[in-house]
């Protein structure tokens, strides 16, 4: 797996490839614990994601609580039917706005 995090205009951004499971998640979690400090928008993008355990939905869970603690929004970009539908079976999808890409998630948090 592969995380990269960036900023596009003052949200950050943060990219994942591959799968995220109980190997990989901490890689994701060290990458997006630093890029999230002090932010309050935040878009994961996961449309390279081809698989994501219950590891990686503990780190996406800690980064909207580290978000929301600032009164912040996270925007998950991409995200396959498969993640989806776990997501919706553990009642993650609840904390998070959906995007089907980059723009339409830049769209949600200017909005908001």
């Given at each position: 797996m592969n995380v990269t995090s960036s900023t596009?205009?003052?949200?950050?951004?943060?990219?994942?490839?591959?799968?995220i499971d109980s190997k990989t998640a901490p890689d994701?979690?060290?990458?997006?614990l630093t890029a999230i400090q002090g932010q309050s928008e935040v878009i994961i993008d996961l449309t390279n994601v081809d698989f994501l355990s219950?590891?990686?939905?503990?780190?996406l869970l800690m980064i909207y609580r580290q978000v929301k603690?600032?009164?912040?929004?996270?925007?998950?970009v991409g995200t396959s039917e498969e993640?989806?539908?776990?997501?919706a079976n553990?009642?993650?999808?609840?904390?998070f706005s959906l995007?089907?890409?980059?723009?339409?998630?830049?769209t949600i948090l200017k909005s908001a």
């Open positions: 596009v205009d003052t949200i950050t951004l943060i990219e994942a490839t591959g799968s994701l979690e060290r990458t997006a219950s590891a990686g939905l503990r780190v603690a600032k009164n912040g929004k996270v925007v998950l993640i989806q539908d776990i997501m553990t009642g993650f999808l609840a904390f995007a089907e890409t980059l723009d339409e998630g830049l």
